[in-house]
């Protein structure tokens, strides 16, 4: 059981080129997150999935998009980077469970800059 | 979501017990208290939740106040490895419009020491 994995570690981009970062767990979790952390700050939204083949937006979504064709992968895209997108992402992802709580396990991250 | 106050630091001597306050006064009665910690360079994790109980599992204690305006993490014997950026969240049980949606703030900065 690997859990919550992220692939790549690091990337770096030249402004206006793009990529995708792939999260994949094997846990079957219905929901799915991605966040961005800038230094000294906490963990923004980017993006989130309720189940497979379905996103929504966060806090933080312009300049990114989400796919989630399959229930154990989610994947994070960017058309045109640009340097404000230089952060480290996170995924996470938690099970669904009506009228309980739950916790969220989130990767190791991927570590991007975008020159 | 409520919004939560947190000391910005704290230190701690190793094998001593590690006290991490939060204030939460906004609370409202459906939200739960989560605590998540990260480790430098590392994903966030999950540590403990409470609602109103005192909680406790193999990683910490969590005490609420029976007001639940303010909670403390207790990590009973710190070591190096607890230092760490530990965050108090404050949510609704997930499944309603939120969707467990996690609002990371600041944090307290734990550092313990030898």
């Known amino acids: 059981n690997a859990g919550v994995t992220q692939t790549p570690k690091f990337r770096v981009l030249k402004t206006g080129q793009s990529m995708t970062l792939l999260c994949a767990q094997d846990?079957?979790?219905?929901?799915m997150y991605w966040y961005r952390q800038d230094p000294g700050m906490g963990l923004r939204l980017i993006h989130y999935s309720v189940g497979e083949g379905t996103t929504a937006k966060g806090e933080v979504p312009d300049g990114y998009n989400v796919s989630r064709l399959k229930k154990q992968n989610f994947l994070l895209g960017l058309e045109s980077a640009a340097p404000s997108q230089t952060s480290v992402y996170f995924c996470?992802?938690?099970?669904?469970?009506?009228?309980?709580?739950?916790?969220?396990?989130f990767g190791p991250g991927t570590r991007l800059t975008v020159l | 979501d409520a919004k939560t106050t947190q000391p910005p630091s704290m230190d701690c001597a190793e094998g001593r017990a590690a006290n991490l306050p939060c204030n939460h006064s906004t609370i409202s009665g459906n939200e739960y208290v989560y605590w998540y910690r990260q480790i430098h360079s590392q994903g966030p994790q999950y540590i403990i939740h409470g609602l109103k109980n005192n909680e406790t599992n193999e990683m910490a204690s969590l005490i609420i106040t029976e007001d639940r305006k303010s909670s403390t993490l207790i990590l009973p014997h710190a070591t190096l490895r607890d230092t760490a950026v530990y965050y108090c969240?404050?949510?609704?049980?997930?499944?309603?419009?939120?969707?467990?949606?996690?609002?990371f703030g600041q944090g307290t900065i734990l550092t313990v020491h030898p």
């Open positions: 969240i404050v949510r609704v049980n997930a499944g309603g419009t939120s969707y467990g949606k996690l609002t």
């Open positions: 846990m079957n979790h219905e929901y």
């Open positions: 996470a992802s938690r099970p669904h469970r009506d009228g309980g709580t739950d916790t969220q396990y």
